[in-house]
C-alpha cells in the first residue's frame, strides 16, 4: 500500500507561482509513475502533468504547458509541481496519484488517465485570485 500527502496549496494572486508537494510514506516510491491531477466544484477530475518512474519523462495537458514543471526526488519520496504564471482557471483541489511499474520498459511510461492511477492523495487547495 501507497500513502500519498500533498501540501503547499494555498491562495496566490493571479501571476504568481507556487510549488507543490507529495510525500509518499512507503520505500516504494522511486517504482511508481506519478501524476498530478485537478478538480474543481462541479467538475470531474482533469490531468494536470505526469512523470516516469524513471523521471526522464513527463508530460503535461495543454492548458499548463509552459507554466508548471512536474518532478520527483527519490531520496525524499516526493513529488513536486511547480506552478508559475498562475490564472483564476488553474483554481481547484490537486491531487497526486501513482502508479507503480515494474519491468526494463516501464521505465519510461507515463499514465494521464484516472483510472491508470492506483493511489492519491486527499488533495490540497490551490486558490488564484484575480
Known amino acids: 500500500q501507497v500513502q500519498l500527502v500533498e501540501s503547499g496549496g494555498g491562495l496566490v494572486q493571479a501571476g504568481g507561482s507556487l510549488t507543490l508537494s507529495c510525500t509518499a510514506s512507503?520505500?516504494?516510491?522511486?517504482?511508481?509513475?506519478m501524476g498530478w491531477f485537478r478538480q474543481a466544484p462541479g467538475k470531474e477530475r482533469e490531468f494536470v502533468a505526469a512523470?516516469?518512474?524513471?523521471?526522464?519523462?513527463?508530460f503535461y495537458a495543454d492548458s499548463v504547458k509552459g507554466r508548471l514543471t512536474i518532478s520527483r526526488d527519490n531520496a525524499k519520496n516526493t513529488a513536486y509541481l511547480q506552478m508559475n504564471s498562475l490564472k483564476p482557471e488553474d483554481t481547484a483541489v490537486y491531487y497526486c496519484?501513482?502508479?507503480?511499474?515494474?519491468?526494463?520498459?516501464?521505465?519510461?511510461?507515463?499514465?494521464?488517465?484516472?483510472?491508470?492511477?492506483?493511489?492519491w492523495g486527499q488533495g490540497t487547495q490551490v486558490t488564484v485570485s484575480s
Open positions: 496519484a501513482a502508479r507503480p511499474t515494474s519491468g526494463y520498459y516501464s521505465g519510461n511510461y507515463y499514465f494521464r488517465r484516472y483510472a491508470e492511477y492506483d493511489y
Open positions: 512507503g520505500r516504494t516510491f522511486s517504482s511508481a509513475a
Open positions: 512523470i516516469s518512474r524513471s523521471g526522464e519523462i513527463t
